[in-house]
């Protein structure tokens, strides 16, 4: 199992410790970094500057928003930050949820989600093959556009640019167990949300017949301290936060999956907490037990004993969330 550094997205302004645990990660040998995006800082941007300042570690995206751009220009974005560095890039996207794509980007939330991302991969890897012209006449995307409103003289096009790697690493975020199966037909890996170590029965059914080779890359957060429960805090904060506000009160996919994973109960509280503006009490409301088994939270020993869980299970990388270097160096020290 390689180790990845999750470095998310900016807050209020970009965060002058990413470049420095970056660097960090990659002279204690991690496999990767990753930049994300929601609706504030970009996901491309941060990772090419990452890029510049090192050597070896793959970049990679968890996640870039599909609805941020059309499936030729994030195309364009991995051809050439691949380039840039020299063949280390690795996309990994996710559609994110109808509150974002509708009230962020001011499109529509697709009618069909698997349609939607089975088309967009597709226009990826004709641009990424270069092969001969972009062309799909699909229900979400059209090369050469032909809508009611289209000028009729588009025209197919391929890459001026030749991609470094016709088969750069393409991964998807998916939740739901049927996107899940199809992430495993179309894609080289999967970034899974939440993921525990003592329930993969929950993605079992969607993960049957793997392909070689192919990526299992949750985020967890680590943090090495001496009070579990201090430790726990902001990963209930993260949590609290996406099932209780990243959706709405009907339709909440990562509410929906912590439902799956057997706290069905605990996840509906949430919601209904934080979307009554009782945020701090939607914070509380997440189980302890849920926080803890997602994460690497604790001393060095209980750390150590809890990562065999993760080593001995399908996962390929772990993305850790670490916020400084001890951690870093604790968590390189115990899976070497």
């Given amino acids: 199992m390689r180790l990845g550094l999750a470095l998310g997205y900016w807050g209020r302004g970009p965060d002058r410790a990413h470049l420095d645990l970056a660097t960090e990660a990659e002279d204690l ?9 929601a609706w504030g800082s970009d996901a491309f941007t941060p990772l090419t500057w990452i890029a510049a300042h090192t050597s070896r570690i793959r970049l990679g995206t968890a996640i870039a928003q599909m609805a941020a751009r059309t499936p030729t220009a994030t195309a364009m974005h991995a ?23 509708e009230g962020w980007y001011g499109r529509p939330f697709p009618a069909s989600p698997l349609t939607a991302t089975r088309e967009y991969v597709d226009v990826v890897r004709q641009v990424l093959r270069r092969e001969g012209p972009v062309t ?8 050469p556009y032909r809508g009611a409103d289209a000028s009729g003289i588009g025209k197919p096009l391929k890459p001026i640019t030749h991609p470094l790697r016709a088969d750069l690493p393409i991964l998807l975020g998916a939740e739901g167990p049927k996107n899940i199966a199809q992430t495993t037909r179309i894609a080289d890996g999967w970034l899974p949300l939440y993921w525990s170590p003592t329930r ?10 793997l392909p070689e080779g192919f990526m299992i890359a949750p985020m967890a957060r680590a943090r090495v301290c001496d009070d579990v429960a201090e430790g726990l805090l902001p990963v209930k904060a993260m949590l609290g936060f996406y099932i209780g506000g990243m959706g709405h009160a009907a339709r909440n996919f990562h ?19 934080f979307l009554a503006g009782r945020k701090e009490e939607a914070v509380l409301a997440v189980p302890d037990a849920f926080a803890d088994e997602i994460s690497l939270i604790g001393p060095r020993e209980r750390i ?14 772990l993305l850790l969330t670490a916020p400084d270097p001890h951690t870093l160096h604790v968590l390189a020290e115990l899976n070497s």
């Fill in 200 to 209: 993969t029965d929950v993605y079992e059914a969607s993960l049957t017949d």
């Fill in 136 to 143: 799909l006449d699909g229900r979400f995307h059209q090369h």
């Fill in 29 to 37: 040998g991690y496999h990767s970094v990753w930049t994300a995006e």
């Fill in 79 to 101: 051809l050439t930050l691949d380039h840039l560095s020299g063949g280390r890039m690795m996309l990994g996207l996710g559609l994110s949820g109808p509150q974002v794509v």
């Fill in 255 to 273: 509410a929906d999956l912590m439902a799956r994973m057997g706290y069905e109960k605990e996840a509906r509280r949430i919601q209904e907490l």
């Fill in 304 to 317: 150590a004993e809890r990562l065999e869980l993760w080593r001995g299970g399908p996962v390929t990388d």
